[in-house]
């Protein structure tokens, strides 16, 4: 899931500054799983906004809806009744969603209420790690089902560094070392010769080095 | 009942195991309570959420206690600490605001406690009605 966290309500106010009427967006989708913003994360937002406008002199409305998916033009398309009534969106969703709103409603500023951290799972209740960097060439196959893009601090291909102590990592010692994790899982799959072949440097074109990314299926296009 | 009127009360979000008894009891034997005191009941202080409590704020309600179990004595084994720990975080969003934190509380007491729950909520009424709720916002 992309995983997110709100950004401060000092923030939120000074973006929204002179709208009178505000609708808080949510997204039923990851920002919901990851508690930061769904329909619970919108109403919190949305009274904080209301709770910090009473001493105000300011006049503001804060609305509040949330939609399956921000990132889908079906589901945005829900609130087209609901935004010509507002001066401002406030989106909790991650960057797309954002866009997605913005380009789906051009005379209406969206903000930002989030800022989006990363593609992961969640660790254990409450924590969230990063586990993919979507760098557009998968070699999970090569390494027992562990990233060494998204989950080793120098991104290495051919590791460990020697960094590595007593499997963590250097940069942080309550981080796992992901080539650790890599060698204790190709051992246990009896996999570990795989270790010796030395993988190329990685090829950074179709990672966002290459440019904003885009992906056709011709069969599906209209 | 208007905001008006919520504006001086106090709304106590109170477990139906321990501290709804509590107060109810206190009521009952006739122990001095404050007047404004709403009582909720839930099943457990650890279904309170955040934004329930925000939304009484919004109300008009001059503070919110959430009233649960003591600890390690939740019937569902972690609420208690759950709503502790989410009391706390919504005390620091309501700081980023600039509201006052102390409008919200966190306490406990047992069935049996219904002296200490009237103590808890006198108190609290007390604190709220000698600081200026709309000054202190303001600021």
Redesign the interface.
């Known amino acids: 899931m992309i995983v997110a966290e709100r950004k ?3 923030d939120i106010l000074q973006m929204i500054e002179g709208a009178g009427r505000v609708l808080v967006v949510g997204c039923g989708t990851c920002v919901t799983v990851c508690l930061a913003g769904g329909e ?1 994360e919108v ?2 937002c949305a ?6 406008n ?2 105000e002199d300011r006049d503001l409305t804060v609305a509040e809806a949330t939609i399956e998916r921000q990132c889908e033009w079906e589901f945005a398309r829900e609130l087209d009744e609901l935004v010509p009534d507002c001066d401002a969106i406030v989106s909790l969703a991650c960057g797309a969603g954002v866009q997605t709103l913005a380009a789906q409603f051009e005379d209406t500023p969206v903000f930002p209420g989030l800022n989006t951290q990363f593609i992961g799972i969640p660790e254990e209740q409450g924590v969230w790690t990063e586990h993919c960097l979507a760098c557009g060439e998968c070699v999970l196959d090569k390494t027992g089902g562990i990233c060494p893009i998204a989950r080793c601090a120098k991104t290495i291909l051919n590791g460990p560094c020697g960094g590595s102590q007593d499997g963590k990592c250097e940069i942080n010692p309550e981080t796992d070392c992901a080539w650790q994790l890599i060698f204790d899982r190709l051992k246990r799959l009896g996999r570990l010769h795989m270790l010796e072949e030395i993988e190329p440097p990685k090829n950074w074109s179709h990672s966002s080095d290459g440019g904003p990314r885009k992906v056709k299926r011709e069969d599906m296009i209209l | 009942m208007t905001t008006g009127e919520l504006r001086t009360s106090v709304i106590a979000f109170c477990c139906e195991n321990s501290a709804l008894q509590a107060v109810e009891d206190a009521r009952h034997f006739g122990m001095t309570m404050p007047e404004c005191v709403q009582t909720i009941r839930v099943p457990c202080a650890g279904k309170v ?3 329930h409590i ?2 009484a ?2 109300s008009g309600a001059a503070g919110v206690v959430l009233f649960a179990c003591h600890t390690e004595n939740c019937q569902y084994l972690q609420g208690n600490v759950r709503a502790e720990k989410r009391l706390t975080r919504l005390r620091g ?2 700081d ?4 006052p934190a102390d409008a919200v509380l966190y306490a406990s007491a047992a069935p049996a406690e219904a002296a200490r729950a009237a103590r808890i909520l006198r108190t609290f009424a007390d604190d709220l009605a000698s600081v200026d709720r ?1 000054e202190a ?3």
Not at chain 2, 96 to 99: D, H, M, Q, R, S
């Open positions: 401060a309500i000092s619970k109403a919190v009274s904080l906004l209301r709770l910090q009473q001493g | 959420e955040e934004d925000l939304k704020l919004e969003l309501l980023e605001i600039g509201y709309e916002i303001e600021q």
